[in-house]
Every structure is written in structure tokens, then in C-alpha cells.
């Protein structure tokens, strides 16, 4: 029995009308399983989820890069926090960024290639759709959210997702105002004894399809590249619509979701390491949760900027001054305040992994539903090269992926591990990416 | 006044040389009798491009909060614009609109409706009382829509539009048996509009100049009003553009002169400076607080207060020479900025203050605001400070740094290092670091005279600090000299009227206005600098109000003054973050 053949809205519309405004259902019982998933009992199999993460300045690929590849592989020093989740990550090393002719923009050309596969000209050129919008527009499109983007940065301009040139999705950076945005009043809880759909919803409902009228009506006086934004516009009521609808639909119990505690204020603002650690780790925890209430299916977190401009308390240079100004220690044969820098973003990595392995779904974890792919911007920091990348891969996307493994990729380009990333989650592409960063080569070691 | 009657701009002046003092009579009589109260005619220029911006901000909570009341202010964020040659305003005309901003643009209509209809506020906002509160009142409802759907529309709008949602609020009313919810989500779908969140320009044929086309009068209002307020048209505006007054030179320049007068300006200018000075980077400044204990979030929040007050006292209120905020040493101080400025505790509140004359702070540069924001949480950066100088008082772009420099030759492992400008020699040894750093860090170096919190200091680990640069081949020794030298150099009042005409405008100034803003500086230069009669002069001239359509333009960077004789600059978006230290 599917819940969606209750066929409710139908019958709550008609009580609404009726004047009716809380209407109390039973918990579906008979739809959960032994481990609590609904979607088991419903028929329908667990859904895949898509999630990126992005820091700046890359690792110190000296103590981070391991000797041995496959599986098993020894975790030197940096690597450390990712041992409590080797099982579940590919790491990627020795990865190369191509830039055909086009000059090396610091910072900006590593990382707009590992997520779009073009090396932009200028700065001034944006990044275009992202590869996390590639996979939304085919597996984003039934839920609450198509995406949620978050960034530990504390600034509202560092997002690593753009729809196209012109809209970057604007990065949730307050932890309060996600969990608002997610758990407050318009969080409709699927295992909520009590379903109360809202009059007012309704109303606003119907408000909304003469803006819909206005926009048409607009597109008649505008310029070409402007009826572009207007589509946007009302690509955007659209969702906004089906946001109402689904208010006024009874969800389907999930087992995993719980709707975590209210956040009442903001971590302080700042870019200092211990800060930036814990409004990432209050941004994950909402995240793993809104993943969990299948508030969406594809996100993107970053850790820092590219170019990060984290610092260290009582020190003057932050993370990237750093990585020019730091001399390099003859005894360790590294920059060690840079050292330290680049270990804090890999403890929030495994941070991250971690967080998802700990909900329960299916037989499995989370975790196991899911793919995440990370990146950076540079190989060795200190002088802004694009090769030697490192990159990860976490999750085993439904049992699409192996995991466990370190693969030295032999200075290949960095868009094979986004490209065998869209291959693992169903996206039909023969190839990805443009000029020398085009592939079609996927890492067919981790593919199951 | 005088120098207006005689003829205002430089070229003029010229001519009254030409024809010696005793014609001046006869200039004077020529003068009235063609009715030219002005310098030069302006020139002939294609306009500008009609744009499709999206309302921003402070520009919807402005308008809000001037329709409905100071009351009603909603919190929010709506998302990042692209900084375009300099502007957000610019970033304006092209930006997208993601699902996440739909989803802002409707919390906030939300919060926006549900305070006004709340029972502490309606009694103020809303001009009529129900028959009752728990069902539909057509009649008090078109009173309330009636007089500010227009407002938000930012046009009249007609009869059958208003009792479209006349009969929405009564649907509403009757489906939640409540008066004011009805009302409310009315008001929700109205802040949800395109044409309330999109500045959609419209232009006509120019009966005037056949051949031509000029923003329509609802277009024309609006952008006079975002200019001028940063905020929608008032009702007197809109009745101008109505009755056509606002296409006549005598109504358009009633107009702008009201606007002028208004205290909404004061919220305008401050709008565009916060645009100009990159000040959006304030939302996302903290320094380290154990190396720069006094600096705290209030001191974030005070430095850009501070700067914005003083740039409204001296422009506004005392109509003064827009170069000398390069120099003036009087500004506000407060609690707070005290300790960093090592001034006695000021306050409460806000205090006027005056520097004394052998102090080191002189104008801007030596802001907080200027120091502190470009610079790093835990030290200064002559770098940072240099490019922004270049970039925001200048409108110069710098280069990006190059690739693949090896910096192993130029770090400094001894220790024995104690000054910036010891620990950034390098740049001017390396050549391909030296290019750049050569328009940056004479400069910068200068400002080495304040750390990264904005305090003036004489030395740095106990070293003194040679506060000698030059800028564009003027010499100084200290940061006086360097303000006295910017406040000279010829690029600052007209990068103030590339900047302020684009910001006007809505879209980047380029090669296609350089004609306009020549004659625009000249004429901002033959006025005393005086600020206020540059956003006159800007919104009566013929460039602001005749439009084409932006796919016919075909642009050039623009470069800097001739006069100003330097190598010639790009015009870009750089992303300020794309800088070495």
C-alpha cells in the first residue's frame, strides 16, 4: 500500500473547505520495517543522494599522500582523522588540472575545473552549471529542496554551486537561519502523529499563480538575455509551488528522520580555525539531517574559501599568507604552520564522512546511499600548481561504489573522478568536460 | 552661483578669457537672453542601455519601510550580487535568480505582511476599520490596496488591477474567516511580484529627438528614485511621472530638485558610498582578538558608521569639496573607535570630532574603515590597502599575480625581518611581481603607518617604519603626504563621476559615455566639487534618461583621464579575494 494512493490532499482540500483546519491521521505503522525504513515497506528503494565538500589549499601531500594504492593503504600523518572512515572513502592523488593556453587564475581555475571541467579564461568568466546542478535537474526535482548549499566561511559570497554564469546558489552560512529555513515552521515532519495541513498555505497557494500571469506578461516587453532571468524567476515560483503542495500533503514516514534540536543563536562570527570548525560541524549536522528527511537529495558544503583565509588564534598569517611566507622547515621538509592549516580541513572531512555514517537507513547507513565527492584548488599551495591534486569520494551510492581504496591516478585529470562520480549516480554522459580535461575515463577501480 | 551665471564649465572660461574683461556684460546678456544658465551644452551620447535589475536589498527594505512604516522591517538576506566595474548596483542588471532567492523573496513577503497586519501595527498602516474582523470588507480593503499597490509597483495601476486583488483579499478573507489574513496574503503575492522585485525598464520613441527612445515616466521615476533614495518612487514622483510633468525639462528638474531636498537623499548617498567603498566586505570583517584585543564586532559595525557619516556631513550637510574627504580631518567618533584611534573615550553615542592639525589622521585613507578593512585578521597588508586604493578611490584594476611564482627565493626564514617593507622587497626584485607591486605597494607602504586593526603606530617589532612613498610621481614622506596627494591627483573626482553616473544608471560606464563624463567632470570640477550638484547634474542629463537596447551597444574598456597620464587600465570583475597578501 503506497500512502500517495490515500489520495489526501484531495480529502484534506474538502475538509478545508468545509472549514476543517486540523485533521489528525495515525501513524502509518505497517510501512515501517525492522530497521525503520519506510521506503523498504513502500516498495520503492532507497533513494540516492548526491553531496560535494570543498576546501582551499589542498593538503600537504608529503604527510598526506600514501605510499601503498588499493585498498588497505598506510594513513601518514594528515591523513590521520580519515582512518575512522577509511572504509568508507576513495582518496584520489597525483591529479592534474589542465588549463589549455589559458593562464593559471590562482585559486579560481583548480577547483572550476574539478566541478565544471572548462578552465575559465578570466576570473571574471563565472564557473557556469556546476557538476552538483548537473545531477540535481536528474535527481533533485521531487523534493522540498533541489539543493542546499552551506559554507563554514561565515561569508554569504563563498559558494561552490552555480546554476549558470550569472546565478550562483547562495550558500546557507548561518547555522540558525538553516535550521529555520529546514526545521522550522514550514518543516513538515513525515512522522508527525498529527498532520495539520495549513488554510493559510492553501491561500498562498493560489495567490501565487497570478505572479505567475505578471511574468508572462513581463516577458513580452524584455530583451532576450533578460527573459532568461525571467524563466529563473518563474523556474523559481515553480518550486515554490510544489513547496506548497507538498505542505498540504501528508509525507511518507522516514524511519531516520528526526528533526534535530532548535539552534536558538549563531556561533561567533570569524574565521579563526576552532570557529570555522564548529559552524561547520553545526552546518554538517543540519545538513546530515535534512539528507536524512529527504529534505533533499543533493548538496554542497564547503570548509573554506579557495584561497582559505582561515587563521590561527595569536597568529598573524592566515592559512594562504601562509603558504607564501612560511619558509619550509629543513627537519620536516614542509611548511608546518601550513601544515597545520591544511590537517584542520581534513579533520573536518572526516568529520563530515562520519556525520552521515551515523544515521541508520535501510541495512545500512546513510552513508552507504550516497556519494560525496570533495576538492580543493591547488596541488602544492606554496607555489599555486595544478598538478599533484588531491580529491576524495565518499559513500558507496547504493552499492554502485567500492570504497576503501587509494587510487594514484598518474597525473590524469582531476575531471575523472567528478565524471566517474555522475557516471555512479545514473547521469547518461559519454564524456565530460572540454579540451584536455575531457573524459571519459572513469575510475573504473572503485566502480562496482 | 557667480561662477555658474558666467558660465560654469572650464571651457567657458576659456572663452570668457578670449573675449577679454569688457565683454563680459555682453556674455552675461547672451547668456540670459538664450536662457543658457550652464557651461557647455551636453554632449551628444547614445544613451544608455534600458536594463532589467533586480530590486536589492536595501532597496526593498527601504521602499518597505517607507510605505509601511519604520516599523515594519523584515530580517533577511537576499543573495550576493557580482561586483561589476567596481558596483553591486551593476552586478544588478545581470544577475540570476536562484530558487533559494525565490524562496527569500517569499519569507520575506511573509514577515513584510504578517507585520503589518499585526494588531500592534494596523491600527497605524491600515486607513480603515472592517465591518468585521472575521469576514471579507471589499470596500476598506481597496482603501488599503488602492494606496499602496502603486507604490510598490512603482506605477499606477489600473482599476481592474486593484479589484483583482480587492477580490483575492476577499477570496482570502472568506476561506480563513479573517479580514487581515486575507489582507495579508494579498500583500504577500504583491511583494512577490516580478514587477515589484525586478526593475524592468521600459523606454518609448522620444517625441522630442525623433529617432530616439528615453525610459518611459514610470522608468524614468524609478530611476531617479533608486539613484537619488536608493527606494521607490514617493507618491508626489509618481504623480509627476503620471501627468507627464516628469518628461518636461521644468518638471523633471522640480522633480530632482525636491528629491535633492529630501531627507531620503541622506539614505541615497550613503547607499552609493557602501556600494563605492566595497563596504559589503564589513559583514564578514573580524580580527584576531588576541593580537588586536580593542577590536571588537561593535568596532566593525562603528568604522563603517563612521565613514559613512562623514561622507554625509561633508558632502550633504556642509556642501564641501568632494576631494577634501581625502584630507578633512573632521568625522564622528564613538565609544567604541576610541581606543582604536587612541582618543579619549567618547560618548555616549555618537560625537562630532576634529583631528588636530598635526595629527596623522587626515580623510579616508586613514578611516578604520579604509585600514582595518583591507587588511588581514591578524596583520595590515600593505598589498591589500595599495590594490584597494588603486581600485576603489582610483578606479584602476590591478593585475592578478602570476602563476607558478616560486616563492622559496623570496621567503624569509632568518627571522631578522622586521617591517612589512623589508618582508615585501621581493615583489619589486622578482619581475614578474614587480609590474604590479609597483602601482600597489608605494603606496601601501605608506599606510604601513596604521596595523590591521587601524591604529596609528611609529614602528613595527621595534623598528620604525618608513612611511615614504609616491603616488603617480608625487613624492611624500608620511600618510598626510600620501592623502594630500590623492586628494590632487586628477583620477579621484573622475573615477567619483564614472562610478556615481554607472551606479545612477544601473549598468557599467564605458567607452560609449566617456563624452558625458568628460563633460560631467568638467562640470562637477566648475561647480567646486560640490557633490550634490553632480547627482543634479547627472539626473537631468539627456544621457540618463535616453535609453537603447543594450544588445546594439558595443563597448570598450574605459579608460582613465587623459590628463591623469598613466598607463592605460582595464576595466574587469575582479574578485577582491584575488590578491596576494
Not at chain 2, 441 to 447: I, K, W
Request: aromatic share 8%; hydrophobic share 40%; with cysteine.
Amino acid at each position: 500500500m503506497k500512502v500517495k494512493n490515500l489520495s489526501r490532499r484531495h480529502v484534506l482540500r474538502g475538509l478545508l473547505n468545509g472549514g476543517v483546519v486540523a485533521v489528525a491521521l495515525p501513524v502509518l505503522d505497517c510501512l515501517l520495517d525492522d530497521n525503520g525504513a519506510a521506503w523498504a515497506a513502500t516498495g520503492e528503494s532507497l533513494p540516492l543522494r548526491f553531496g560535494t565538500w570543498f576546501w582551499g589549499l589542498g593538503a600537504t601531500n608529503r604527510i598526506f599522500v600514501p605510499q601503498k594504492t588499493g585498498a588497505g593503504y598506510e594513513v601518514p600523518s594528515q591523513l590521520g582523522p580519515v582512518a575512522r572512515v577509511q572504509q568508507h572513502v576513495n582518496l584520489f592523488t597525483n591529479l592534474n588540472v589542465f588549463r589549455d593556453g589559458e593562464p593559471n587564475l590562482c585559486h579560481y581555475s583548480g577547483w572550476i575545473v574539478g566541478r565544471t571541467g572548462k578552465a575559465p579564461k578570466t576570473t571574471a568568466e563565472q564557473p557556469g552549471e556546476t557538476l552538483d546542478i548537473t545531477v540535481a535537474n536528474q535527481i533533485g526535482r521531487t523534493t522540498r529542496f533541489r539543493t542546499l548549499t552551506a559554507s563554514a566561511t561565515g561569508d554569504f559570497r563563498n559558494t561552490v554551486s552555480y546554476e549558470n554564469a550569472n546565478t550562483p546558489n547562495p550558500p546557507e552560512i548561518s547555522p540558525l537561519e538553516f535550521y529555520t529555513r529546514l526545521f522550522g515552521a514550514d518543516f513538515q515532519d513525515p512522522n508527525a502523529p498529527v498532520f495539520t495541513p495549513s488554510p493559510r498555505v492553501m491561500v498562498r497557494r493560489s495567490v501565487l499563480s497570478g505572479v505567475l500571469d505578471e511574468i508572462k506578461a513581463m516577458e513580452k516587453t524584455v530583451g532576450a538575455t533578460d527573459r532568461q532571468r525571467l524563466d529563473e524567476y518563474f523556474t523559481g515560483l515553480r518550486h515554490l509551488e510544489k513547496q506548497l503542495d507538498q505542505q498540504l500533503t501528508k509525507p511518507e514516514p522516514i524511519a531516520a528522520c528526526h528533526a534535530p534540536p532548535s539552534v536558538s543563536m549563531d556561533p561567533k562570527m570569524g574565521v579563526e580555525v576552532d570557529m570555522v570548525q564548529k559552524r561547520h560541524r553545526m552546518l554538517t549536522d543540519l545538513m546530515v539531517m535534512a539528507v536524512a528527511c529527504d529534505q533533499t537529495r543533493v548538496f554542497n558544503m564547503a570548509y573554506s574559501n579557495a584561497q582559505a583565509n582561515t587563521v590561527k588564534e595569536g597568529y598573524e598569517k592566515p592559512h594562504h599568507t601562509t603558504t607564501h611566507e612560511e619558509p619550509i622547515d629543513s627537519h620536516y621538509g614542509y611548511q608546518p604552520q601550513c601544515a597545520y592549516f591544511s590537517s584542520r580541513a581534513i579533520e573536518e572531512w572526516a568529520y563530515f564522512v562520519e556525520a552521515f555514517t551515523k544515521i541508520r537507513e535501510g541495512a545500512g547507513t546513510l552513508l552507504d546511499n550516497m556519494l560525496i565527492y570533495a576538492n580543493t584548488d591547488h596541488g602544492e599551495a606554496r607555489i599555486h600548481s595544478l598538478d599533484g591534486l588531491v580529491a576524495f569520494t565518499a559513500g558507496r551510492a547504493g552499492g554502485r561504489v567500492k570504497t576503501g581504496l587509494h587510487v594514484d591516478a598518474g597525473a590524469t585529470g582531476v575531471t575523472r573522478v567528478a565524471y566517474t562520480a555522475m557516471r555512479a549516480m545514473g547521469i547518461e554522459l559519454p564524456n565530460w568536460g572540454v579540451k584536455s580535461n575531457m573524459t571519459s575515463n572513469a575510475f573504473s577501480e572503485i566502480l562496482a | 552661483m557667480l561662477q555658474r551665471l558666467l558660465g560654469g564649465g572650464p571651457q567657458s572660461r576659456k572663452k570668457k578669457v578670449l573675449l577679454g574683461g569688457g565683454a563680459l556684460a555682453a556674455v552675461l546678456l547672451a547668456a540670459v537672453v538664450v536662457g543658457a544658465m550652464r557651461g557647455p551644452a551636453e554632449p551628444q551620447s547614445k544613451g544608455t542601455p534600458r536594463s532589467m535589475r533586480l530590486l536589492t536589498q536595501d532597496q526593498y527594505l527601504n521602499t518597505v519601510a517607507y510605505v509601511f512604516g519604520p516599523n515594519v522591517q523584515p530580517t533577511t538576506r537576499f543573495a550576493a550580487l557580482p561586483r561589476i566595474d567596481g558596483l553591486l548596483a551593476s552586478g544588478a542588471a545581470i544577475a540570476g535568480l536562484s530558487d533559494a532567492q525565490l524562496e527569500t523573496y517569499q519569507k520575506t513577503a511573509t514577515k513584510v505582511a504578517a507585520q503589518i497586519v499585526s494588531e500592534d501595527s494596523r491600527p497605524y498602516l491600515i486607513p480603515c476599520e472592517p465591518a468585521a474582523t472575521d469576514a471579507a470588507d471589499p470596500q476598506c480593503a481597496k482603501e488599503f490596496l488602492a494606496q499602496v499597490a502603486p507604490l510598490l509597483y512603482r506605477r499606477a495601476l489600473s482599476e481592474e488591477q486593484i479589484d483583482r486583488f480587492v477580490a483575492a483579499a476577499n477570496q482570502s478573507a472568506d476561506a480563513l474567516h479573517d479580514f487581515y489574513q486575507g489582507l495579508s496574503v494579498v500583500v504577500e503575492g504583491i511583494l512577490m511580484s516580478p514587477n515589484v522585485l525586478l526593475v524592468a525598464e521600459v523606454s518609448e520613441p522620444d517625441p522630442d529627438h525623433p529617432g530616439e527612445t528615453r525610459l518611459d515616466s514610470w522608468s524614468l521615476a524609478t530611476r531617479l528614485s533608486l539613484f537619488l533614495w536608493n527606494a521607490a518612487p514617493d507618491a508626489e514622483l509618481l504623480a509627476a511621472a503620471q501627468s507627464g510633468a516628469l518628461q518636461t525639462k521644468k518638471g523633471l528638474a522640480a522633480q530632482v530638485d525636491r528629491m535633492l531636498a529630501s531627507p531620503r537623499l541622506e539614505t541615497g548617498v550613503r547607499a552609493l558610498f557602501d556600494d563605492m567603498f566595497a563596504f559589503e566586505d564589513f559583514n564578514r570583517l573580524a580580527k584576531d582578538n588576541t593580537i588586536y584585543p580593542a577590536f571588537t564586532g561593535e568596532t566593525a559595525v562603528d568604522a563603517r558608521e563612521q565613514t559613512l557619516r562623514t561622507v554625509v556631513d561633508h558632502l550633504l550637510v556642509r556642501r564641501a569639496d568632494y576631494r577634501d574627504l581625502f584630507t578633512t580631518r573632521k568625522t564622528f567618533m564613538s565609544p567604541s573607535l576610541a581606543p582604536i584611534y587612541k582618543v579619549a573615550a567618547q560618548g555616549p553615542g555618537w560625537t562630532p570630532y576634529e583631528f588636530p592639525a598635526d595629527d596623522p589622521h587626515a580623510g579616508l585613507l586613514t578611516h578604520v574603515s579604509f585600514e582595518a578593512l583591507h587588511s588581514h585578521p591578524g596583520r595590515s597588508s600593505p598589498t591589500l590597502r595599495g590594490k584597494a586604493l588603486r581600485e576603489v578611490m582610483l578606479c584602476q584594476t590591478v593585475p592578478r599575480p602570476p602563476a607558478n611564482v616560486d616563492f622559496s627565493k623570496v621567503q624569509n626564514p632568518d627571522g631578522s625581518v622586521k617591517t612589512a617593507r623589508e618582508r615585501i622587497d621581493f615583489h619589486l626584485q622578482n619581475p614578474s611581481c614587480a609590474g604590479c607591486h609597483r602601482i600597489m605597494d608605494p603606496m601601501g607602504l605608506s599606510m604601513e603607518a596604521f596595523d590591521g586593526a587601524g591604529t596609528f603606530r611609529h614602528e613595527e617589532n621595534g623598528v620604525p617604519i618608513d612611511t615614504s612613498g609616491n603616488l603617480d610621481g608625487v613624492e611624500f614622506t608620511d600618510i598626510v603626504g600620501l592623502a594630500k596627494a590623492l586628494r590632487d591627483n586628477p583620477q579621484v573626482p573622475w573615477c567619483a563621476v564614472r562610478r556615481t553616473f554607472a551606479y545612477g544608471t544601473g549598468t557599467p560606464a564605458d567607452s560609449n559615455d566617456r563624452r558625458v563624463l568628460e563633460y560631467l567632470s568638467a562640470e562637477f570640477a566648475g561647480q567646486g566639487y560640490v557633490f550634490p550638484e553632480l547627482l543634479r547634474d547627472i539626473a537631468l542629463s539627456r544621457a540618463f534618461r535616453k535609453v537603447y537596447e543594450p544588445h546594439l551597444r558595443k563597448t570598450f574598456p574605459l579608460p582613465d583621464l587623459k590628463s591623469a597620464e598613466r598607463p592605460q587600465q582595464t576595466a574587469s570583475a575582479e574578485p577582491a579575494s584575488a590578491i596576494h597578501p
